[in-house]
Structure formats: structure tokens, C-alpha cells
């Protein structure tokens, strides 16, 4: 458990920001500021350290009392035809919270991380898959396939703690580990090795990444092809990517949805997720989908079990409807179907709501700048760091408990939306 | 406030009170003496009625990751039983993955007032509680999962002694909060992992050495040392493979006469014999049951329809991923703990093999003379939802009804099973052991499941009626704690239950070399790992029962 060492320094704090949950950061609180001095990234770092400016809610760019700002929130919601819960960069209570109030004021829920996460959610509900977690990679991969993903870049220590560590448990030597990018090349050396074998690196366009995993299953499953090449990539150079996966004996193939940012990129995380099915008729191998940023986890795992499905549900009919292209929030704001926008932004003071000419609410991170002011906005404390709470991490299993750090006065999340329910 | 309830037909199975009238009385959510002056504040008119215990479920899957992974998977599903809100109810969905909220609210209104989340991996507890802490009015508890988590298989190749392991397991039963310990496919989801495809009792995990039977021995010792009241929870070897009937003897009599509940004992329960190689092995089970006193087991019934199975099972719902209708299915293999498998499936009653699960359960119920020792479960949702126990009931309950149903199904099932001629019917006090008395005493609650003075006042009140599904679809009264939240059949107030736990005692210093281990091998710290008490009181709706322990000591 995260625990005060001394006066002002605590060890072993969970990181809600980083999506692998890293819980060995080191942190000193001097009054009101945080430094991670122990097992900081540049996510964790941004996450942690970012100051606290305005304490005081707004309401049309007058400072108000927190009643007064719930108050006129609850009005919003009583004149509108149609309220998004969205951003929902929250914690545990955060999103059960969002969750009752959109039951009770028949609003629609979405995620600011939605437009990536549904690549994986789509794929679930049509066909499923076969994953596994960040342990079982530490401690038994063989082959890493990276798909389309600079996994270094949003998940900076996830080579360091899953791929790289001094122990295992079942005896492998780590430097026997393969990593293979196909796509995108790595922005750094994370996935180099310690004693400096680099990761190998097939190239092609994010564009031709649906022809390229086809064309890869297809091997897998002793397809024989007429082409020589796909996507600028030499078929030769695939099978022989095939034959590797076939001997490897627990491959792991892992993608972070967000980064396959094309068209319908969902039809190919399913034909990567049908790849590992295919190869565990003879052989192990399993998917890890990387996520877990800005609570996008947190949030979908209470909409599952309080309404039976993800975000981008609606509540309008006084039951729960789902929808993920009919309730993507940013389809309804482009389209001006939203009249009153609430958008929780808790972690990350740079993710703010899109423009919309929807009435906003912001419930988001002390620090926060705006060019348009909202029509309300309510500085929330940061779980984790300003109150306490519980999250999920990318892989939907494992959840970790967040301390209160320091004393900010902020209110959480849960407390804001709760008492606009209260009101409603 | 003492309230009375006054004249009921009292069905109290653990002070051996069947269908006498009596008065009830009940103050601050306990059941208490009759006053001496006889006076109280409140009178329940309940005579002529059906009075019994709330009821118990003692295995239904009701939260965690795969649960909450069948229901993201099944939108389709939820579409046909959506849940409008209420003036007192959250919207929701019921049927085969129900939301939180609607399965603790038809929980209520079928008169059960607790249930047990029997596959809680340690790793996952904390969104076990988190959504049990999400289901209204009923109780809960859990059974933790262990027997493929690598920390126990380096014990047992090591061969650390049975205190070792016994520390092991009451540490990881506190710090998971639970009330009992799970073992699914022992060593199975383990081998899984290093692509073994099936581990029958006595064949060895290919990188430990450890056999199924050897961590039945020793987590079933370990159970009973420690004093925990449930005994070990086994879902056995060869889940659904024709001939696992004989793994099943094997398990029951390879125990050596330690308390062992083996659950969904339907789906372990096949022969091979027949032009479909694929029989029933429920004759030779239930005579085990009945010669092996130390056994226990729940049935895992089979009803026809739509549902979807939800196991840690990673190998076995692998190997039948040929079956999942619709067509999709997951696995995961889950941080050095466990697994699990979510494959959404339809029971069809023109099916040889589903036709003869169907007659396997019900000829397992009504072949096992003592109904102390077996629980009314369709493995929620496994089997079917809970929602089909009233129909489940009336199966029990009524011979005509049975062989009824029994004769619109597979004709070639009817010839291979002899359902037709057993005679057997439920009575009222027999259901109400099933599904109170014993299975309270089962779980370890010592204030559940009776009526006596002190037991908490989850009291259930029907109205008879021969029709057994409609009497228990609808109960007249549900009282949770004392407080009516179901009269005549609706429901009208919301509580949140208690989550019952066991707290074992434990060497402390097994923590330095668990420490150890989480520190080099898994990706959280052991300190984090561990549900706070405070966690599972939360916003201050939760709250915490520590259940008794029986006495341990070494065998």
C-alpha cells in the first residue's frame, strides 16, 4: 500500500496517468506541490507535478460557490433535450457517479478516449478474443509482435517493467526475447534490450496495415499467395514473421488502439485478434490491447456492469441504449445534436472538451485554460492526488487503490456529480 | 421498532421446524423472543402463508472481470430485457449477464437475500467487490480462486509443508476479502499457459511436476486446518468431456475424506456409452455423494435458451469454443493467477447432448437422498440465469410437470435417461434446506438461513399455490434485515447488504517472502494487492460480516 515514508514523501504511489498502473513512484508533497523523485516517466511526471491554479468554480466566468455552480449544472440538465456525459477522465466513484446522474437525467455517456477504444469494444462483440495481462508477459514472453503502435511514446515504461525485467519466473533468459515492430518504427530504445539487441523493424504505412495483417493470418494459416509483396513489405519477409509466431512458444501481439488511427482500423484489430485465435490451435499466443489512459478503462467497466454496456449508451428512454455510432459523442456534438455538454476532465489539464455550440460544463483539472469559458466550471481534484479512489489499468483486470496526497480541498468528481443528482 | 409477523407456516429446516404455525418477531433487523407483555408496534398478517428463511444462493456468478466481460460482449442479449428506472430502481438489464442493479433487485423479488460470487480471482477481488458493492439489497461473499496461481505451484514443487500453504491461503482469503476458497481445473488453467490442452487428477503440470490431485489434498487440508466453515469449493478436472463421470469418482473418493463441495456436479457428471458416446453418469455420482459424507455439491442445472458461460475454466472454455452461439468467445490468461473463458451459448431442447444435461441434473437432485449435502444452482449463468430457479423449483417439486417437459425433448435422451420413472418430489421443507438451512451452514453464516432468535431477519413469505414456479416467482413479503423490501411480488424499498468474509490467522512473516515475490515476478506492489476493509465499507453502503471459524488445528 502506497505508504508516508517521512514527512512528506511517500513510496509505492499507483500512477492513474500512465495506463500500466506503474505503483513504485516515489513522491514528495511540499504544501500544495508533488515531485516524483523515484520511478517518474514523462507521463507520470506531467500527471503528477502539474501545479493547482484556480480553486474557485466559475459560472459564466464569475466565481462562484461550489452549491451555487451545481445548482446552475442541475438547470442546465432540467432545460435540456439531449445532455452528453462525456471526457469521464475519472476514477471509480467519478464514473458511478456519471453513471446514476445519466440514469436520472436520461443523458448519453461517452469517453474522451472512445474513438480508440471502441476499435478494441467492436472486435469484443463481434468476435472476442484471446489476451492476456501485463504479468503474464513479464514472466513468459518469447516474441513481442508491436502492431502499428510506438507503445514507447504513450506507455514510456512498459518495455522497463513487462519485457525487461531482471526476474521471470520460469527461468527464461530475457535476452531471448524478440521484439518485432510491423508498421510503425519505434521513436526511441526502450525495446532495445539491456545488453543492446534492438528490436526488429518491419515497416509499412499505417494505411497498409489492414492488407498487412490480412496477408500475415493468411500465412499463418498456410495460405499460399500469388503476390511477392504487400504494402511495400516482401511476402518472404511475413512468412517468415509466420513461421516465428507458429514456433514461438507464448507470443504475445500487442497494439495501443488509439495509435491505429485509420478508417475501420476495428476490422483490423479483429483480424489481428483472429491471427491469435488461429495461432493457438497448435501454439500459445495471446493479444494485450494497450489503454487505460484518462480512466477510459475505469469508466467502461461501470457502464458494463451498472447498465450492461459501455459508454456510448444513452438514457433518454429511461433505459439504458446502446449505440456506438448513433451515441459517439463527437458525432452528436459535430452535428449539433447537443444541447448541454457535461465534459469530466480530471488527470490532464490539456484534454478539454471539443468546440461544440452545446452549453459546456467543465467538472476538470485545476490549471485548465480555455478558448471559449464554459458555462460552468468546477476545478475537481485529481485521484490519486487530491482525494483517494480506486482504477483499472489497460488490461481490465487488475485495479489499483489511489491515496490522497495531499490536502487541495478539491472536490472529487464523485462529490460534484452526486450533488447535481441530488438536486436534479 | 418489534414487529410481528403473525400465524406463517413455518418452514425452519435448522431447528427442525416443518410447516408449523408460529409467530415471528422482529426488532432492529434481528429476530428475537416474543415479548413478555405482549405487546408490539407492527402485526404482518401472515397466516396461511408460506414462511422460510430469505433464500441463499451459494455459487452465481455475479461479479468480476469475466462477468463484466460477458456482459460488454452481449449487447444483443440485454436488448430483449431492458430495465426501465423507477421512482426507486436504476436502470439496467436482466437476462443471461444482468446489470449489477437489476440482478440484486429480481434477486429480492424471488426472495433470495444473499449470494455467492464463487470465482473470485485474488488479482481481480478488488472489482469483485467493487461490483458486489453495486448489487442491491442481497448479501454477498466470494469464493477466492486458487490451485493455477504460480505462488502456490512453487510451494508445492518446492514441497514447502501444509502450514506454509495454510498461511498462504488464509493470507490471500483476508486480503481478498473473502468467505471461502475456489479451486477451478486445478493446475489446469495453470498448464494452459504452457499450451497443455487437458490435466486429468493424477497427470503432471509440464513445468511443475504437481499433480490436480495433489492441490485438491492440499487446499482441502489447508481449508479445514484453518477452521474455515466452507469447504473447499472444487470445480473439477475435465469440465464437460464425455467420461469425466470417472474423474468425478476419482476426485470424490481421492479427497481421503476431507470436506470437499464439488459444484455444478451436472456438468462432471458424463458417460460414454450409447450411439452418441455421450451418456449419463448420474446414478454412479449420486450413490458417491450418498456413501462419501464429506461431500457436498451444488447441481449447475442446464434450462433451455440462450445464456452464456462464464468459467476460469481458460482451458476447458478453449477446447469448446466450437460451440459458443453466437459466434464469439474470449479467453484471457490473467497475471501468474488464473484465467478465464466467456462463451456465450444456447441450450436446445432438440439437442441429444443438451436434452441429457438436462436429465443428468435433474437425476442428480433427485438421486442425492440428503438434501443437506446438495444446492439448487444452475451455475448462474452457466447453466441458465438465475432468474429460471422458480421453474427449476416446480421441476423439483412436481413429477407430473417434470415428465411433461421431460417428453417434448430429444427422444433419443428420453430412452438414454431413466428421469421418467423416478418418483421422487421435493417437498416444501426439503427446498428449504436446499436452498437456506444447508446452504447457509455450507457458506459458514452463522446468522443466515434460519429463523431462530438472533439470526438476521431475511424472511421470505409466500403464498402457497401448487403451481411451485408462479408460488416462487412472487413472494407476498421479502424482508432484508428486517425492513420489507418486497410485498406482493413488487419491490418497494432498496438496501444494500453485508458482505460476509472469514478472517483466518496467518504467520505474518509469510508476507517477507511475498513480498518478494510480487516485487520481482508480478506488476503491483503486495501492499496495493490488498483490499482494505475500508474498500469494501466505500461511500458507507457497504459494510463488512466477519463470519465465525469452526475449529482448525491439524489433521
Known amino acids: 500500500m502506497t505508504e508516508r515514508l517521512d514527512e512528506g514523501v511517500w513510496q509505492e504511489v499507483p500512477s492513474p496517468f500512465c495506463g500500466i498502473a506503474s505503483d513504485d513512484l516515489t513522491i514528495s508533497v511540499t504544501g500544495l506541490k508533488l515531485s516524483v523523485t523515484e520511478n517518474g516517466d514523462p507521463v507520470t511526471v506531467k500527471g503528477f507535478e502539474a501545479p493547482i491554479s484556480e480553486t474557485a468554480p466559475r459560472v459564466d466566468g464569475q466565481e462562484t460557490s461550489l452549491a451555487k455552480a451545481v445548482q446552475r449544472i442541475a438547470e442546465l440538465m432540467r432545460d435540456s433535450q439531449q445532455t452528453v456525459i462525456s471526457g469521464l477522465a475519472t476514477d471509480l466513484n467519478g464514473a458511478r457517479a456519471a453513471m446514476a446522474l445519466a440514469d436520472k437525467g436520461r443523458a448519453t455517456v461517452d469517453h474522451m478516449n472512445s474513438t480508440g477504444v471502441f476499435r478494441n469494444f467492436l472486435v469484443l462483440q463481434d468476435t472476442g478474443w484471446m489476451n492476456t ?20 511514446a504513450g506507455f514510456p515504461r512498459f518495455f522497463e517493467r513487462m519485457v525487461w525485467p531482471k526476474d521471470t519466473l520460469f527461468g527464461q533468459d530475457i535476452e531471448s526475447r524478440d521484439v518485432i515492430y510491423l508498421g510503425k518504427a ?174 459546456t460544463v467543465v467538472l476538470g483539472r485545476s490549471g485548465m485554460s480555455f478558448e471559449q469559458e464554459p458555462a460552468v466550471f468546477i476545478p475537481v481534484g485529481t485521484p490519486g492526488v487530491d482525494h483517494a479512489g480506486r482504477a483499472f489499468r489497460t488490461d481490465s483486470v487488475v485495479s489499483i487503490p489511489l ?7 478539491l472536490p472529487s468528481t464523485f462529490e460534484v456529480l452526486s450533488a447535481v443528482e441530488q438536486v436534479l | 421498532m418489534l414487529m410481528k409477523l403473525t400465524g406463517g407456516r413455518v418452514y425452519d429446516p435448522a431447528q427442525s421446524v416443518n410447516n408449523e404455525v408460529r409467530d415471528i418477531y422482529v426488532r432492529e433487523g434481528r429476530i428475537v423472543k416474543a415479548p413478555s407483555d405482549g405487546q408490539y408496534d407492527q402485526e404482518v398478517d401472515v397466516r396461511g402463508k408460506v414462511v422460510m428463511a430469505g433464500a441463499i444462493d451459494m455459487h452465481t456468478h455475479i461479479g468480476g ?177 464425455p467420461g469425466n463421470m470417472n474423474t468425478t469418482l476419482d476426485t470424490i473418493t481421492g479427497i481421503d475424506g476431507l470436506p470437499m463441495h464439488m459444484t455444478h456436479i451436472q456438468f462432471h457428471s458424463y458417460g460414454t456409452e450409447g450411439d452418441f458416446k455421450f451418456s449419463s453418469g448420474a446414478a454412479e455420482i449420486a450413490e458417491a455423494i450418498n456413501r462419501n459424507k464429506n461431500i457436498t455439491v451444488d447441481v449447475g442445472q442446464i434450462l433451455f435458451g440462450q445464456t452464456v458461460t462464464a468459467s476460469g475454466d481458460s482451458m476447458m472454455q478453449h477446447a469448446a469454443h466450437s460451440h459458443a452461439h453466437p459466434n464469439k468467445w474470449v479467453t484471457m490468461d490473467i497475471e501468474c493467477d488464473a484465467g478465464c473463458g466467456v462463451l456465450p451459448f444456447k441450450y436446445k431442447d432438440q439437442s441429444y447432448v443438451n436434452a441429457l444435461q438436462w436429465m443428468i441434473g435433474l437425476e442428480t437432485f433427485l438421486l442425492v437422498d440428503d438434501p443437506w449435502r446438495i444446492f439448487l444452482t444452475t451455475d448462474h449463468p ?48 426439503e427446498i428449504a434446506i436446499m436452498t437456506r438451512a444447508g446452504a447457509a451452514k455450507l457458506v459458514g453464516l452463522a446468522d443466515r438461513g434460519h429463523l431462530g432468535v438472533g439470526g438476521a431477519a431475511d424472511i421470505t413469505v409466500y403464498t402457497d399455490d401448487a403451481d411451485r414456479e408462479k408460488m416462487f416467482s412472487s413472494p407476498d413479503y421479502v424482508f432484508k434485515d428486517g425492513r420489507m423490501v418486497v410485498e406482493d411480488g413488487d419491490l418497494i424499498d432498496v438496501t444494500w447488504g453485508t458482505t460476509h468474509v472469514v478472517k483466518p490467522e496467518y504467520d505474518r512473516s509469510i508476507e517477507k517472502s511475498l513480498k518478494g515475490y510480487f516485487d520481482k515476478y508480478l506488476t503491483m506492489k503486495m501492499g496495493n494487492f490488498k483490499i482494505s476493509d475500508d474498500e469494501i465499507v466505500d461511500d458507507g453502503r457497504g459494510s463488512l460480516t466477519i463470519q465465525p471459524l469452526h475449529k482448525g488445528g491439524p489433521i
Open chain 1, 133 to 152: 495481462t501485463l504479468a503474464e508477459v513479464k514472466n513468459r514472453v518469447d516474441l513481442l509482435l508491436v502492431v502499428g503502435s510506438d507503445i514507447e
Open chain 1, 186 to 359: 519505434p521513436s526511441g530504445d526502450a525495446s532495445t534490450s539491456p545488453k543492446g539487441k534492438k528490436a526488429q523493424v518491419i515497416r509499412c504505412d499505417d494505411a497498409d496495415l489492414p492488407e498487412v495483417i490480412s496477408v500475415l493470418r493468411a500465412l499463418i494459416n498456410g495460405r499460399e499467395l500469388q503476390a511477392e509483396q504487400v504494402g511495400g513489405i516482401a511476402i518472404s519477409a511475413l512468412s517468415d514473421l509466420a513461421e516465428r509466431l507458429k514456433a514461438a512458444k507464448y507470443s504475445v501481439v500487442t497494439w495501443s488502439a488509439a495509435m491505429l488511427d485509420f478508417d475501420h482500423a476495428e476490422a483490423t484489430v479483429q483480424t489481428l485478434c483472429e491471427m491469435v485465435k488461429d495461432l493457438n490451435s497448435e501454439t500459445r499466443s495471446s493479444g494485450l490491447p494497450l489503454g487505460g489512459k484518462d480512466g477510459d478503462t475505469t469508466v467502461n467497466q461501470v457502464a458494463a456492469w451498472q447498465s450492461g454496456y459501455p459508454v456510448r449508451t444513452n438514457f433518454n428512454r429511461g433505459y439504458p441504449d446502446y449505440d456506438p455510432y448513433l451515441s459517439d459523442s463527437l458525432r452528436m456534438l459535430a452535428e449539433d445534436e447537443v444541447d448541454t455538454l457535461i465534459w469530466v476532465s480530471s488527470f490532464d489539464i490539456d484534454r478539454l472538451p471539443p468546440n461544440s455550440s452545446a452549453k
Open chain 1, 403 to 409: 491515496r490522497q496526497l495531499r490536502d487541495s480541498g
Open chain 2, 65 to 241: 472481470g469475466k462477468v463484466n466481460i460477458a456482459r460488454t460482449m452481449l449487447p444483443e442479449d440485454h436488448a430483449a430485457d431492458v430495465v426501465a428506472r423507477t421512482e426507486l430502481m436504476r436502470s439496467g438489464c436482466g437476462h443471461a449477464a444482468p446489470s449489477t442493479l437489476t440482478a440484486g433487485y429480481r434477486y429480492a423479488e424471488m426472495g433470495y437475500t444473499a449470494g455467492f460470487e464463487p470465482a473470485i480471482l485474488p488479482i481481480n477481488a478488488r472489482q469483485a467487490h467493487m461490483e458486489m458493492h453495486d448489487t442491491p439489497i442481497i448479501d454477498k461473499g466470494g469464493y477466492v480462486m486458487l490451485g493455477s496461481d504460480d505462488y502456490l505451484l512453487r510451494m508445492m514443487a518446492a514441497n514447502d509443508d501444509q502450514e506454509s500453504i495454510n498461511n498462504y491461503v488464509a493470507w490471500t482469503i483476508t486480503h481478498s476479502q473473502a468467505i471461502g476458497v475456489k479451486v477451478v481445473n486445478p493446475g489446469g488453467i495453470n498448464a494452459f499457459k504452457f499450451n497443455q490442452r487437458k490435466l486429468d487428477l493424477d497427470e503432471k503440470n509440464s513445468f511443475y511436476g504437481v499433480t490436480p490431485r495433489e492441490i485438491l489434498l492440499r487446499l482441502a487440508r489447508a481449508v479445514k486446518e484453518l477452521g474455515i466453515p466452507h469447504p473447499l469449493h472444487v470445480h473439477g478436472c475435465n469440465l464437460g468431456v
Open chain 2, 382 to 429: 452457466n447453466g441458465a440465469p438465475f432468474t429460471s430457479y422458480p421453474h427449476l423449483i416446480r421441476l423439483l417439486m412436481d413429477k407430473t410437470f417434470r415428465n411433461e417437459t421431460l417428453s417434448k425433448l430429444h427422444p433419443e435422451a428420453q430412452k438414454a435417461s431413466h428421469l421418467a420413472s423416478i418418483d421422487r418430489e421435493y417437498s416444501l421443507y
